[in-house]
């Protein structure tokens, strides 16, 4: 069966009792608010999930979603790779509750946890910052951490890929409260 690459929300809305929806963001973001059904295998872990997943697909179309559709689009094609075909969501979770679709929390009270890109760009710009203000009270060498940051994020924009992000991604806050697939 051709499964396609990506299918937009109004699509995906309506098949979504015939899909197996995996949530590919951290157990954080997932807590904060999913796709009605939706399993958590965050972006990290998809490889050893694979096998889980292959069968998955088997029973039903798998359906991937993040939170704006990037790593969704990068779990799709890290899916081919293990032979498991796979739609990603078209603009994630943001786009599916702007269209006024439900998403599900966990009981008890609400987690706000900031979204991984957000959190790498916070941590990103402190690093910078500290690197400066270091190199200017300190001693002018330590201005190379503010160097190794950018450097950091130019090969991430080169190579489509942040270090950051899977390094934030293992922190106890974005690993807590979720109901995981794998």
Known sequence: MTVPRA??????????????VVDVRTPGEFATG????????????LAQSAPRLREAAEEAPLLVVCASGAR???????????GIAASGLT?????????GHPLERPAGP??????????????????????LLL??????????LSAAVAAGLV?????????MAVVLGKLPFNRRGARTGA
């Open 7 to 20: 299918l937009a929300v109004a699509e995906a809305q309506s098949r979504l009792g015939a899909l197996t």
């Open 34 to 45: 999913h796709l009605p059904g939706a399993l958590n295998v965050p972006f990290d872990r």
């Open 72 to 82: 969704s689009d990068k779990a799709v094609t890290e899916l081919a790779v293990h």
């Open 91 to 99: 603009g994630g979770t943001r786009a599916w509750a702007a269209a």
């Open 110 to 131: 609400a987690r706000r946890v900031w979204a991984l890109e957000r959190q790498v760009r916070f941590t990103a710009g402190g690093l910078v910052l500290t690197g």
């Open 135 to 144: 190199g200017l009270l300190v001693h002018p060498a330590l201005q190379l």
């Open 155 to 163: 090969v991430s924009a080169v190579t489509d890929t942040c270090g």
